[in-house]
């Protein structure tokens, strides 16, 4: 069925925010590879961002 769009937006940001990439591996699997301590940085980032 698909994710609606509203609900996909605030997954691309962050995407990018792990990858620095609008396409890449899935999301959670390199969540996994890159680890908790990187993830997390990424994601700090990525709030203080917006």
Same mark, same amino acid.
């Given at each position: *069925?698909?994710? /609606?769009?509203?609900?996909?937006?605030?997954?691309?940001?962050?995407?990018?925010? *792990?990858?620095?990439?609008? *396409?890449?591996?899935?999301?959670?699997?390199? *969540?996994?590879?890159?680890?908790?301590?990187?993830?997390?940085?990424?994601?700090?980032?990525?709030?203080? /961002?917006?």
């Amino acid at each position: *069925m698909g994710v /609606h769009r509203c609900s996909a937006r605030p997954l691309r940001r962050v995407r990018v925010a *792990m990858s620095g990439r609008r *396409m890449s591996p899935p999301l959670f699997e390199s *969540m996994e590879i890159v680890g908790r301590d990187i993830t997390l940085a990424r994601l700090k980032g990525l709030r203080e /961002h917006l």
